[in-house]
């Protein structure tokens, strides 16, 4: 098991920036993936970026150029750095933890608002 705590969120201007952490209760070193998801409001729960144990990085094709999704297992924490942010990545942000056959765990969300 592991428990996630993100923080970071807020309200930010059109292009602006925000950096979430997402600190977890355990080592994340043998964490299969750490990833962050979104959901907006009426919006399914959708994937925004992960990392792999290995390193490897995934992000959605919006996000792409703007977010970085990195990790610090020194601290057990994984972030995004969420740059040139737009109207339509509000959303609440949810930090997951991919252990494969012990199942995945989330976080309780942090809010992103970004203003025009």
């Known amino acids: 098991q592991v428990q996630l705590v993100e923080s970071g969120g807020g309200l930010v201007q059109a292009g602006g920036s925000l950096r979430l952490s997402c600190a977890a209760s355990?080592?994340?070193?043998?964490?299969?993936?750490m990833g962050w998801y979104r959901q907006a409001p009426g919006k399914q729960r959708a994937l925004v970026a992960f990392i792999r144990s290995g390193g490897t990085t995934y992000y959605t094709d919006s996000v792409k150029g703007r977010f970085t999704i990195s990790r610090d297992n020194a601290r057990n924490t994984v972030y995004l750095q969420m740059n040139s942010l737009k109207p339509e990545d509000t959303a609440n942000y949810y930090c997951?933890?991919?252990?494969?056959?012990?199942?995945?765990?989330w976080g309780q969300g942090t809010q992103v608002t970004v203003s025009s």
């Open positions: 355990r080592s994340i070193t043998s964490i299969n993936a």
């Open positions: 997951n933890a991919d252990l494969g056959a012990a199942g995945q765990y």
